[in-house]
């Protein structure tokens, strides 16, 4: 039996959950709203939020399981990749915990704990089914869009990712275009159920194997606003939700694309998607869509796993207690880490 408390600062969330034997028991998270005035995450304020959020976070974590400190029997945190800052709050309190409980600690990578959500137990009596090894992910998030072969939970092989911006950065940053506040990701998901989906086309890049590449759509709907503007100065306001659905669809059409040659290239048939943007309704519907139409097995997250939180880490830091994978106390963050 084990009980592992994870813990995620990794960026602008604060969270930790427990992990039992493989379940979450926990899984709390408290958001910043501070940068939203700023239209952007600002890494200072981010460090300091953490720090007033930490302790509170993890005591409700513990009640919410209703586990006592002494049931702990590791604690697993983000090592790397992510804001150096905002990762030192997290490591520098788990460390401590841990050497005050005297238990292992576990380092954890925040994206292979991404992929991992896919398969935290969930639904009413964990009904809902989850995929077995092998299996393809399509992890989307802020700050990585990679397409990952999962061997098993701690062997995980990058096939391809962005050679610039992330999904959720195009997202944001075209969001940031329309006017809208940050983070953009769920506004455009929401203005774009109202808006057709093809009233605008918008250029897609012409990326050789499972690479992705982002920066040119936010130049391509630059590009488009400013001509637009120049006949209209309300354009963008007159066509808020047309512009938000026609941006949706080219992000979702580049994504499945490669998707759909990671499957054909590798003959995996089960197929999951995680990361902050696999919350998006647009991105889940075509990408469920797609694997009903070729015949794969798709997953999503529950919407508590996509985004950052505690429940990935713990769960990747149950999989590697198993394997007695512990890191010492000399252990640092890395704001970047390759797997
Ligand atoms: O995984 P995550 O919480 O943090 C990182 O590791 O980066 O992802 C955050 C990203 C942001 O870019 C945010 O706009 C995007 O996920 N996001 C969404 C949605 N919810 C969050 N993007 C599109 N639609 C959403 N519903
Ligand atoms: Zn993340």
């Known amino acids: ?10 960026c ?10 493989g379940k979450i028991l926990s899984n709390f998270i408290a958001s910043q709203k501070i ?16 720090i007033q959020n930490i302790v509170p976070v993890v005591d409700t974590a513990l009640k919410k399981a209703g586990i006592s400190k002494k049931d702990i029997d590791a604690i697993a945190f983000t090592q790397a990749p992510g804001l150096i800052g905002s990762l030192l709050v997290g490591a520098q309190f788990a460390k401590s915990m841990a050497l005050a409980l005297h238990i292992p600690l576990i380092a954890v990578h925040h994206m292979q704990a991404h992929v991992l959500a896919n398969i935290i137990p969930s639904g009413e009596n964990d009904a809902d089914p989850k995929p077995t090894f092998p299996f393809l992910c399509l992890t989307v998030s802020g700050g990585h869009t990679q397409i990952v072969l999962a061997h098993s939970p701690l062997h995980l092989e990058v096939l391809g990712q962005t050679i610039d911006d992330a999904a959720g950065e195009a997202f944001d940053k075209t969001a940031k275009l329309l006017g809208l506040p940050y983070p953009g990701g769920p506004l455009i998901d929401k203005y774009a159920k109202e808006g057709n989906l093809d009233a605008f086309v918008f250029a897609k890049p012409q990326i050789p194997n499972l690479d992705f590449s982002f920066s040119g759509l936010k130049t391509s709907v630059l590009y488009f606003l400013n001509k637009e503007k120049q006949k209209d100065s309300d354009f963008v306001e ?22 759909k040659k990671a499957v054909e290239q590798t003959g995996i048939h089960q197929v999951c998607i995680a990361g902050g943007v696999s919350a998006n309704s647009g991105l889940r519907n075509a990408f ?51 797997w």
């Open 238 to 259: 007159k066509n808020k939700m047309d512009l938000c659905a026609s941006i949706q669809k080219t992000i979702i059409d580049i994504l499945m694309k490669k998707v």
């Open 288 to 338: 469920t869509e797609l694997g009903r139409k070729h015949g794969w097995k798709t997953f999503c997250p529950p919407f508590q796993y996509c985004t950052d939180n505690g429940g990935m880490i713990a769960i990747t830091g149950y999989y590697k207690f198993l394997e007695n994978n512990f890191t010492d106390l000399t252990v640092s963050p890395t704001a970047r880490a390759a």
């Open 12 to 21: 602008d969330d604060t969270s930790a959950a427990v992990c039992k034997d």
């Open 1 to 10: 039996m084990a009980i592992i408390l994870g813990i995620e600062s990794s």
């Open 35 to 50: 940068h939203e005035e700023y239209g952007g995450v600002v890494p200072e304020l981010a460090s300091r939020a953490h």
